[in-house]
């Protein structure tokens, strides 16, 4: 499918308003991206979004909204070359957005079903990201990588992706969770669990979506 001037016009609206310098090419694969996905969508069932648009921002606007956050804290750290790892990445989100955005990180992402690797790996093919990886395999039998960030969206509750993926977080690094509304629950689950704790809750603004979204910041305790 070829995406209308509209689409470009929405995308370059979303970057102003989330204070993102994205050079032309960058934005060309987010489209192709967008593209691919929607393509692969209808034979292979990869989110149960598939209007289009709506994609266009529950995907890609969501994702990117993100990157501001990531890379804050990454350049506060002066990690310039970061490793991240996606859990639960589904169709690559966010982790296909990150590579996308930044070349110069290292971004694995990790799912359990194959059509679902296999596509991430496509993508990664088609726009020639040679920092994209696609792992197929369940995030706890992965050896430990020792990741800068390792981020998840709606992949679980705080205690299982704290549970599963801790062990693939580097000492001075982060587990990060996209949620929408501030999940209180999860997070005194956590507390009570003992052995991460929720250091920074950040509220997300995604263009074109009125829901609420945040991001939290897991440290391990001690």
């Known amino acids: 499918m070829n995406f209308s001037t509209d689409f470009r016009n929405r995308l370059d609206t979303a970057l102003i308003a989330l204070d993102l310098d ?29 209007d289009p648009s709506q994609m266009l921002v529950q995907h890609i606007f969501d994702s ?3 990157i501001a956050p990531l890379r804050k ?8 070359k970061a490793r991240i790892m996606d859990i639960g990445s589904g169709a690559g989100l966010p982790g ?3 590579a996308i955005v930044h070349p110069h ?5 990790v799912d359990a079903v194959e059509k679902k690797t296999a596509f991430i790996r496509h993508v990664a093919g088609v726009l020639g990201l040679s920092n994209l990886v ?25 205690v299982d992706f704290s ?23 999860e997070i005194a689950e956590l507390q009570q669990h003992g052995q991460w704790t929720v250091e920074k809750e950040e509220p997300l603004s995604v263009p074109e979506l009125d829901a609420q979204r945040c991001l939290l910041w897991l440290r391990r305790q001690g």
């Open 73 to 80: 804290e990454l350049y506060k750290k002066t990690v310039n």
């Open 64 to 66: 990117l909204s993100v």
């Open 163 to 185: 549970s599963l993926a801790g062990i693939h977080v580097a000492n001075h690094g982060y587990l990060v969770a996209m949620k929408g509304q501030s999940p209180v629950n």
């Open 105 to 109: 990180w290292h971004v694995e992402c």
């Open 22 to 50: 994205l050079d032309t090419e960058t934005r060309n694969r987010l489209l192709v991206y967008l593209e691919q996905l929607q393509r692969w969508n209808r034979t292979y069932n990869l989110t149960a979004v598939r």
């Open 96 to 98: 296909v957005v990150l």
């Open 134 to 158: 696609s792992t197929h395999q369940r995030v706890e039998t992965i050896a430990p990588r020792q990741a800068d960030i390792v981020i998840s969206r709606a992949f679980a509750s705080l």
